[in-house]
């Protein structure tokens, strides 16, 4: 069955740090990925999606993904953090019709000043 | 364009109320679906639609009904409300692609 962790509940970074965000999938045959993004009262906003191609994918807002399927993971990074970037980040997973999308539990951002 | 809308924005039932929560796209989307998000869950998927009068069950459809008599909306219909059923509620579409559109959600109470 297809599922995915985000280990991470909760992470704190300073302004300006650099950001790994965590994200384990597990699916039985090419998986499609994608990274929302959720701030306080908000629906979810997409930053970025792998399908195929280059492991690599740049997303809105300075954010970037690694797919690795060696180590089955979707790791969310962005080189420096600004305060506007805090909010709830989730990894998901589903197939070339994603009518059964799986959601990670999401991980909070906090930005300390 | 306004995207995904979803009413209401908040809503409080007693135990064994029913209600119906709205969701409309004017995108053109054929695809659409309603999620529940609990605290630390993630989101489930409750019911989905491929088109105009097609739906199917999605992981979590106990408690639920949906129906699609257009393309533009598609409702949520709670029958005997449960407080196993407070959480907040998203409605998403989308087209060809991947992409899923969210509404900004329904935040619902059961007492």
């Known amino acids: 069955a297809q599922s995915v962790t985000q280990p991470d509940i909760h992470i704190t970074v300073s302004e300006g740090a650099s950001l790994e965000l965590r994200c384990n999938y597990s699916?039985?045959?090419?998986?499609?990925l994608f990274w929302y993004v959720q701030s306080p009262g908000q629906g979810l906003q997409l930053l970025l999606k792998y399908f195929s191609g280059d492991t690599l994918v740049q997303g809105i807002k300075g954010f970037e993904a690694e797919f690795k399927r060696s180590q089955s993971s979707f790791n969310l990074r962005k080189p420096s953090v600004h305060w506007s970037d805090a909010a709830e980040y989730f990894c998901a997973v589903g197939g070339y019709n994603n009518n059964d999308m799986r959601f990670g539990a999401g991980t909070r951002l906090t930005v300390k000043p | 364009n306004a995207g995904v809308t979803q009413t209401p924005k908040f809503r409080i039932l007693k135990i064994g109320q029913s209600m119906t929560l709205q969701c409309t796209q004017d995108m053109n989307h054929n695809y659409m679906y309603w999620y529940r998000q609990d605290p630390g869950m993630g989101l489930k998927l409750i019911y989905y639609s491929v088109g105009a009068g097609i739906t199917d069950k999605g992981e979590v459809p106990n408690g639920y009904n949906v129906s699609r008599s257009t393309t533009e909306d598609f409702p949520l219909r709670l029958e005997l409300a449960a407080p196993s059923q407070t959480s907040v509620y998203f409605c998403?579409?989308?087209?060809?692609?991947?992409?899923?559109?969210f509404g900004p959600g329904t935040r619902l109470t059961v007492l």
């Open positions: 998403a579409s989308r087209r060809d692609t991947n992409e899923q559109f």
């Open positions: 699916y039985g045959a090419t998986p499609y």
